[in-house]
């Protein structure tokens, strides 16, 4: 508190500039802000309340106060008032001039800086919106801050443009971040006002972080400019009005000016909106993707993927749901729920479904998968279900199975960065995969393909035949079989990799999965694969399958029996368990009394069939809300223009389909199954040991990217079925006369003609 000032002055003493002083003599002293009042009281405070006006150093203070009041009382209580907050020291020169209202508002805001340190400092304006009337530097005036001339360091640059997407701010990031210089970009246009964040060399993000997430949200412009040949963002008309163009420069340069004077926080680093149209504001993370090529490590992903996967002990902590977790929807919301956001978040939202009853659970994600525009997206959403699509036993489950599911697919996308080999099958052999073992599509369908191609949706679709000469991407993948390293085209791997429009291998779904660890991941990967082979050999061979009883005695199955009866719905499940002898359960549920049965179906498979069960019935939940409100001619409540739905939907009957159905003449029962290990990784173990004694290799691809570190597993079983039409030589005509299902393999031209529509 006696400390000397620069020059050895004593600093002088007064309350703070923000506070009004008002005392009733000898009494009461108030200390009077906009929505507060401060009382002092005592002889004491009234005697010292008027020495203390900013023109006294303490010493001038004691003395001034003496005799009434003692030196040490005098002290004490000068260093409360400063303790609270009330007093300030203030150098030996502070006036009262025009900088009051600015000391003001520093002291009132409570933020800690540097007074004057605003006035000190250089802005310089950059005006990319080419608008006329040269209001950017007019702002900057008005605002009492300082504009660098041209060529001379500034200690900000503030940045204004109609799009954030503006492909010179790249550019300006990047000179920028090299310089190790700040700048803050605005947008004054469009309902909404956009500022920040302070883009700064260092740890935080780069502008390139952010535009990858904003490129999510423009999907469909970026696919209209590739249909039109352009590159970049669209130009979109300036819309606003000329009052919202001056508070989205004034509100920046209020920003600019805090952070000139030296204030930092967290919100700094997010974008900041402002709804025009209602006032109301928001804030949006914007986080450093660890795997950048501008501020981060782009070998993240490819030392990663090129890595051996080395499974660690998890212990299974959660059963509550639709399968063994490593932990349960509580900790996957906590730990992702950031990953949520409407302008800059991976997953758009978490909403429920409206349509039907609230049990079925329903949920969507709002994600846009990251999307070249040199090439077009492939198909991503089935009829019934988006990518981003949760289902679980409650609300909680299906938010963070939605979750889930839309960040398994945005990580299941060719960035750019995956590692790749590049040559022909017969040049990587024996190290490669050959594609056909993994598509197992049969000569007659590449014969047929175009008019086959012409009649049936994107998930039906038959490649071109492979061509083992052509040169194409690999990617390594980690065989837990052999423990070692082989090669899968990077287009059988990944959505929309370079080599798709060569057209002879697709990226898929199947065996993707997302997981508290990877370790779940990579279990719950490969019961999908199981699963889905399972009912390839069911659907298409159409074979009658024995019941599995629905557990009334579950307060959750009962219910859903209940709530599926008052849709005009009836329920049963089969047993679809293959050779394999993992538990795998098809839910069915039809209309009844009514034309159209609108039949839907669920499918699960999981170690434990009470889990099995649970899952099935879930993910029929799932599909059910499209057609909970039926015609009243009694028609299909389907609307949808997918083939193979329509077909189904429009004619599908249970006489018409007594595969349906279970078995007649065979009791229902629950497929039987040794207890699963308690561990994830032992799980895995048992379920590579299983295959293996089936001829099955196990391939796995960690496809978690750093910027999302939700653990998600590519997993392939060449050999397995998938659900689709596809029909190559092998288990599905094998396995069902090896179960006894049937006496002799079914005749290729006898198989379903209906393609599975989910």
Same mark, same amino acid.
């Given at each position: 508190?006696?400390?000397p000032v620069?020059?050895?002055?004593?600093?002088?003493?007064g309350?703070?500039?923000?506070?009004r002083?008002?005392?009733v003599?000898?009494?009461?002293?108030?200390?009077?802000?906009?929505d507060?009042?401060?009382?002092?009281?005592?002889a004491q405070a009234?005697?010292l309340?008027?020495?203390?006006?900013?023109?006294r150093?303490?010493?001038?203070?004691v003395?001034?106060?003496?005799?009434?009041?003692?030196a040490?009382?005098?002290?004490?209580?000068?260093?409360?008032?400063?303790?609270?907050?009330?007093?300030?020291?203030?150098p030996?020169?502070?006036?009262d001039?025009?900088?009051?209202?600015?000391?003001?508002y520093?002291?009132?805001?409570?933020?800690?800086?540097?007074p004057?340190?605003?006035?000190?400092a250089?802005?310089?304006p950059?005006?990319?919106?080419?608008e006329?009337g040269?209001?950017l530097h007019?702002?900057?005036?008005?605002?009492?801050?300082?504009?660098?001339a041209?060529?001379?360091?500034?200690d900000?640059t503030?940045?204004l443009?109609?799009?954030y997407?503006d492909?010179r701010?790249?550019?300006?990031?990047?000179?920028?971040?090299?310089?190790?210089?700040?700048w803050l970009?605005?947008r004054?246009?469009?309902?909404h006002?956009?500022?920040?964040?302070f883009?700064?060399?260092g740890d935080g993000?780069?502008?390139?972080c952010?535009?990858?997430?904003?490129?999510?949200r423009?999907?469909?412009?970026?696919y209209?400019?590739h249909r039109?040949?352009?590159?970049?963002?669209?130009?979109?008309?300036?819309?606003?009005?000329?009052a919202?163009?001056?508070a989205a420069?004034?509100?920046?340069?209020?920003?600019a000016?805090?952070?000139?004077?030296?204030?930092?926080?967290?919100?700094?680093?997010?974008?900041?909106?402002?709804d025009?149209?209602?006032?109301?504001?928001?804030?949006?993370p914007?986080r450093?993707r660890?795997?950048?090529?501008?501020?981060?490590?782009?070998?993240?992903?490819p030392?990663?993927?090129?890595?051996?996967?080395?499974l660690?002990?998890?212990?299974v902590?959660d059963?509550?749901?639709?399968g063994h977790?490593t932990f349960?929807?509580?900790?996957?919301?906590?730990?992702?729920?950031?990953?949520?956001d409407?302008?800059?978040g991976?997953?758009?939202e978490?909403?429920?479904?409206?349509?039907?009853?609230?049990?079925l659970?329903?949920?969507?994600?709002?994600?846009?998968?990251?999307?070249?525009?040199?090439?077009?997206?492939?198909?991503?959403?089935?009829p019934?279900r988006?990518?981003g699509?949760g289902?679980?036993?409650?609300?909680l489950?299906a938010?963070?199975?939605?979750?889930?599911?839309?960040?398994?697919?945005?990580?299941?996308?060719?960035?750019?960065d995956e590692?790749?080999?590049?040559?022909?099958?017969?040049?990587l052999?024996?190290?490669?995969?050959?594609?056909?073992?993994?598509?197992?599509?049969d000569?007659?369908?590449?014969?047929?393909?175009?008019?086959?191609?012409?009649?049936?949706?994107?998930?039906?679709?038959?490649?071109?035949?492979?061509?083992e000469?052509a040169p194409?991407?690999?990617?390594?993948?980690?065989?837990?079989t052999?423990r070692?390293q082989?090669?899968v085209?990077t287009?059988l791997?990944y959505?929309?990799?370079?080599?798709?429009?060569?057209?002879l291998?697709?990226?898929s779904?199947?065996?993707?999965a997302?997981g508290?660890?990877?370790?779940?991941?990579?279990?719950h990967?490969?019961?999908e694969l199981v699963?889905?082979?399972a009912v390839?050999?069911w659907w298409?061979?159409?074979?009658?399958q024995?019941?599995?009883t629905?557990?009334?005695?579950?307060?959750?199955?009962a219910?859903?029996?209940d709530?599926? =009866?008052?849709?005009? !719905?009836?329920?049963? %499940?089969?047993?679809?368990?293959? #050779?394999?002898?993992?538990? *795998?359960?098809a839910a /069915?549920s039809?209309?009844?009394?009514r034309?159209a049965?609108?039949?839907?179906?669920?499918?699960?498979?999981h170690?434990?069939?009470?889990?099995?069960?649970?899952?099935?019935?879930?993910?029929?939940?799932q599909?059910?809300?499209?057609?909970?409100e039926?015609?009243a001619?009694?028609?299909s409540?389907?609307?949808?223009?997918?083939?193979?739905a329509l077909?189904?939907?429009?004619?599908?009957?249970?006489?018409?389909?007594?595969?349906?159905l279970?078995?007649? =003449?065979r009791?229902? !029962?629950q497929?039987? %199954?040794?207890?699963?290990?308690? #561990?994830?990784?032992a799980? *895995?173990?048992?379920? /590579?040991?299983?295959?293996?004694?089936?001829?099955?290799e196990v391939?796995?691809?960690?496809?978690?990217?750093?910027?999302?570190?939700?653990?998600?597993?590519?997993?392939?079983?060449?050999g397995?079925?998938?659900?689709?039409?596809?029909?190559?030589p092998?288990r599905l005509f094998?396995?069902?006369v090896a179960?006894?299902r049937?006496?002799?393999?079914t005749?290729?031209?006898?198989?379903?003609?209906l393609p599975?529509?989910?």
């Amino acid at each position: 508190m006696n400390r000397p000032v620069p020059g050895g002055e004593l600093p002088r003493l007064g309350f703070a500039p923000h506070l009004r002083v008002e005392s009733v003599p000898g009494e009461l002293v108030f200390l009077m802000t906009e929505d507060r009042v401060t009382t002092l009281g005592g002889a004491q405070a009234a005697l010292l309340a008027p020495l203390l006006d900013g023109s006294r150093d303490l010493p001038r203070i004691v003395a001034d106060a003496a005799p009434r009041l003692s030196a040490g009382s005098t002290e004490r209580l000068v260093t409360r008032l400063l303790d609270a907050g009330l007093v300030h020291s203030y150098p030996p020169d502070a006036s009262d001039g025009s900088d009051g209202p600015e000391r003001a508002y520093w002291s009132l805001s409570g933020l800690e800086v540097r007074p004057g340190g605003a006035r000190d400092a250089l802005v310089a304006p950059v005006d990319l919106t080419e608008e006329p009337g040269g209001a950017l530097h007019g702002a900057v005036s008005a605002a009492g801050l300082r504009t660098a001339a041209a060529g001379e360091p500034a200690d900000l640059t503030l940045v204004l443009c109609h799009d954030y997407l503006d492909p010179r701010l790249s550019t300006l990031d990047e000179e920028h971040r090299a310089a190790g210089r700040t700048w803050l970009p605005v947008r004054a246009s469009g309902t909404h006002l956009w500022i920040g964040p302070f883009f700064s060399a260092g740890d935080g993000p780069c502008w390139r972080c952010l535009s990858d997430r904003l490129r999510l949200r423009r999907r469909a412009e970026a696919y209209v400019q590739h249909r039109l040949g352009h590159h970049g963002p669209a130009e979109h008309r300036p819309s606003y009005l000329p009052a919202g163009r001056a508070a989205a420069l004034h509100l920046a340069l209020l920003e600019a000016g805090k952070w000139l004077a030296g204030h930092r926080d967290a919100g700094q680093g997010s974008l900041w909106r402002l709804d025009t149209r209602t006032l109301e504001s928001s804030r949006h993370p914007v986080r450093r993707r660890p795997q950048c090529s501008r501020c981060g490590d782009p070998m993240l992903v490819p030392d990663r993927v090129s890595a051996p996967v080395v499974l660690s002990p998890q212990p299974v902590r959660d059963t509550t749901g639709g399968g063994h977790r490593t932990f349960g929807p509580d900790w996957m919301l906590e730990r992702y729920g950031h990953l949520v956001d409407p302008v800059t978040g991976l997953v758009g939202e978490i909403r429920r479904d409206p349509r039907g009853p609230e049990f079925l659970n329903c949920f969507h994600a709002g994600a846009q998968p990251p999307w070249d525009p040199r090439r077009p997206p492939p198909p991503l959403h089935t009829p019934l279900r988006s990518p981003g699509s949760g289902k679980g036993v409650t609300e909680l489950h299906a938010r963070a199975s939605a979750l889930a599911e839309a960040l398994e697919r945005y990580s299941g996308y060719f960035q750019g960065d995956e590692p790749r080999r590049h040559g022909s099958y017969r040049e990587l052999a024996p190290l490669a995969v050959h594609p056909d073992t993994v598509q197992l599509f049969d000569r007659r369908q590449f014969e047929d393909r175009e008019a086959w191609n012409r009649a049936h949706g994107p998930f039906h679709q038959v490649p071109e035949p492979f061509d083992e000469d052509a040169p194409l991407d690999w990617t390594p993948v980690w065989s837990l079989t052999d423990r070692r390293q082989r090669l899968v085209p990077t287009s059988l791997l990944y959505y929309n990799a370079p080599d798709a429009g060569a057209g002879l291998c697709r990226a898929s779904s199947n065996g993707a999965a997302a997981g508290t660890s990877l370790e779940d991941a990579v279990v719950h990967g490969c019961l999908e694969l199981v699963e889905r082979d399972a009912v390839a050999l069911w659907w298409y061979n159409r074979t009658r399958q024995p019941g599995v009883t629905l557990d009334l005695r579950d307060p959750w199955t009962a219910r859903m029996r209940d709530v599926l =009866r008052d849709l005009g !719905r009836t329920v049963w %499940a089969l047993d679809l368990t293959s #050779d394999l002898g993992i538990p *795998v359960v098809a839910a /069915v549920s039809a209309r009844t009394g009514r034309t159209a049965e609108d039949i839907v179906l669920g499918f699960g498979a999981h170690f434990d069939p009470r889990v099995a069960l649970r899952r099935a019935l879930t993910e029929l939940n799932q599909m059910l809300p499209p057609l909970t409100e039926p015609p009243a001619d009694g028609s299909s409540a389907y609307t949808g223009t997918d083939p193979e739905a329509l077909a189904w939907f429009r004619h599908a009957t249970t006489a018409g389909q007594p595969y349906l159905l279970p078995a007649a =003449r065979r009791s229902a !029962r629950q497929p039987a %199954a040794p207890r699963p290990p308690a #561990d994830a990784a032992a799980q *895995v173990h048992a379920l /590579v040991v299983l295959l293996r004694r089936r001829g099955l290799e196990v391939l796995v691809v960690d496809q978690t990217r750093p910027d999302v570190e939700l653990p998600v597993a590519k997993v392939l079983v060449p050999g397995l079925r998938p659900h689709w039409a596809a029909f190559g030589p092998g288990r599905l005509f094998d396995i069902p006369v090896a179960l006894g299902r049937l006496t002799r393999p079914t005749d290729y031209a006898q198989l379903n003609p209906l393609p599975l529509y989910l």
